[in-house]
């Protein structure tokens, strides 16, 4: 069965990071998009950043600078290095990828920002 696993949330405190992992198992067909959300406490789910089939990265303004998406595709995997950390971050986090006629979600990593 195909899905995608998120590992790396924790706590930290303010100004510290994390590095978040998305790693796919199973048989997941050709995806052209893979994305980090986010969905803090009493929020709506929000897309925080992108990574496009040509390497082409997007953020959420609230994240650009501070946060970088990357991939390993010999691991099949997704990243998304965090730095300067701020208690508005703390959210669950989930990887999305999503391909022309399929997407797949993760189960979701807490990360949370405290001093």
């Known amino acids: 069965q195909e899905q995608l696993k998120e590992s790396g949330g924790g706590s930290v405190q303010p100004g510290g990071s994390l590095r978040l992992s998305c790693t796919a198992s199973g048989s997941i067909s050709r995806v052209n998009t893979q994305a980090w959300y986010r969905q803090g406490p009493g929020k709506q789910r929000e897309l925080v950043a992108s990574?496009?089939?040509?390497?082409?990265?997007n953020y959420a303004d609230s994240v650009l600078g501070r946060f970088t998406i990357s991939r390993d595709s010999d691991k099949n995997t997704v990243y998304l290095q965090m730095t300067d950390l701020k208690p508005e971050d703390t959210a669950v986090y989930y990887c999305?990828?999503?391909?022309?006629?399929?997407?797949?979600w993760g189960l979701g990593t807490q990360v949370t920002v405290s001093s």
């Open positions: 999305h990828w999503m391909g022309t006629a399929v997407h797949y």
């Open positions: 990574i496009y089939d040509g390497g082409t990265t």
